[in-house]
């Protein structure tokens, strides 16, 4: 009687882990160089970079440094549109992917988090424009454009006063 032995094979790490372990990395003390960092994210199965979550899940925070933080707003990062925005309770800054359907904003839960947003990340007037011109809806409050002029500008003139003062 013959038995045949199953070789199994490491699964690689998922987008969704990988991005959950920048965003720790970036949040929690670790001792890994850059190096290693790369190493692991080309080449970790998704059970390594489970136990390197766990990991870095019990490691302490780095001190918190305000001037990281970005502010509520709209954001673009990686061909994507996101929405900064701040709980009225507890304060933390909430972010959702934007997705649009017809004339349909829908927001989306994301793993990541406001801190990998930079000021580079800010929506540019540019931006915002393209966006109103593709979908007809501004890219500040979300908002059909009806006006023929914020039809043509892409954006409406009481949030590009808002949003994009001076320009």
């Known amino acids: ?31 890994l160089t850059p190096e290693t960092i790369a190493l692991i994210k080309a080449k970790a199965s998704s059970t390594d970079m489970r136990g390197l979550i766990d990991e870095l899940l019990k490691a302490p925070h780095k001190p918190m440094q305000s001037t990281n933080m970005p502010e509520p707003g709209i954001y673009k990062r990686d061909g994507q549109i996101y929405e900064l925005k701040q709980n009225r309770h507890t304060g933390v800054l909430k972010v959702s992917r934007i997705e649009v ?13 406001a801190r990998v947003f930079t000021t580079a990340d800010k929506i540019t007037l540019d931006d915002a424009s393209g966006f109103g011109r593709e979908y007809g809806i501004c890219c500040c409050c979300f908002r059909l454009l009806t006006d023929p002029i914020s039809v043509r500008d892409g954006i409406g003139p009481v949030c590009k006063a808002k949003y994009f003062p001076g320009l």
């Open 101 to 113: 359907f017809g004339t349909r904003v829908r927001r989306r839960a994301t793993v990541l988090r």
């Open 1 to 31: 009687m013959t038995t045949a032995t199953a070789t199994r094979t490491a699964t690689p790490a998922t987008d969704k882990q990988k991005i959950f372990f920048d965003n720790l990395l970036a949040e929690r003390e670790h001792h």
